[in-house]
Structure formats: C-alpha cells, structure tokens
C-alpha cells in the first residue's frame, strides 16, 4: 500500500481545520435559528446545516483544493452529492454502531464521524474538485 503524498495529507489537515471551522458556523446559526428567531428544531437544523455545508464548500474551493477545472455550479453540486451520501453513511454506520454492536452512542459518534470524514476527503479531492463523478468513474473503467 503506497503512503499518501505530502500535498495529499497537507490537504487532508486542511480539510479537518475546514471542516471544524464549518462545525462552528452550523453550530452557530443552529443557535441563532432556534434561539433568537424561534424556528423549529427541525428547520434551525436544516438551516444550520446548509450554513455549515456552505461554508465548508467555499472554503474548501478557495483555500484548500483551489480548483478551477470545472464551473463552481459543477462543483456545488458533486460537492452536494458526495456530502448527502456522507449523510446516509453516517445514519447508516450509527444505526448499526448503536443498535448491532451495541457501542455507546458518543463512541458510534467518533467512529462514524470519523469514517465520513475520510469518505468526504476522497470524494472531493477526486470528484468534486476534480473532473466531477463521471469523469472519475470513467478514468476508473478505462483503466481496467
């Protein structure tokens, strides 16, 4: 198994300095949504959510990744894509972490948080920020 390059952890670090920094504005706006406007619980969520995801999109697009290959409503969107099947993984890992294995619920937390972040790296370093899904699927099947 070859070991990543330096650009390639360089990035990887920035990713998670991003994706904290995101953690803090979804937090934020959760609290500004339900607290000072009185929103639902469910809508400041989702608000919040899409605060966080725009964020971490953004920055990830100019100061990590920096990448200019494709239309940035292209990238918006694999981002999009790759984030809501980190999503599902997520509910998906916690389902089976909790209910299967029977792990404490912070503990399924650290290891789901954990595996979808290393999903989400990947994905954006090779699609989103890159040649988008069909172009990474293709260089994927040409190549066998």
């Known amino acids: 198994m070859k070991l990543p ?27 500004v949504f339900r607290v000072k406007f009185g929103m639902y619980v469910w809508l ?10 725009a964020t971490n999109f953004v920055l990830n697009k100019y100061l990590n990744f920096t990448s ?9 969107r694999t981002f999009f894509i790759v984030a809501s099947i980190g999503l599902c993984l997520k509910a998906l890992l916690m389902e089976v972490f909790v209910q299967v294995v029977h792990m404490r619920l912070l503990i399924a937390q650290a290891f789901g948080v954990a595996i979808v972040m290393i999903w989400s790296f990947w994905g954006h370093h090779k699609m989103t920020f890159r040649g988008g899904i069909r172009s990474y699927l293709s260089d994927r099947l040409n190549k066998e």
């Open 44 to 53: 400041s969520a989702a608000l919040a959510y899409a605060c966080g995801m």
């Open 5 to 31: 390059s330096r650009l390639t952890v360089k990035l990887f670090l920035n990713y998670i300095w991003i994706g904290g920094l995101a953690t803090v504005v979804d937090t934020f706006a959760l609290l």
């Open 68 to 76: 200019k290959e494709r239309h940035i409503l292209k990238q918006a």
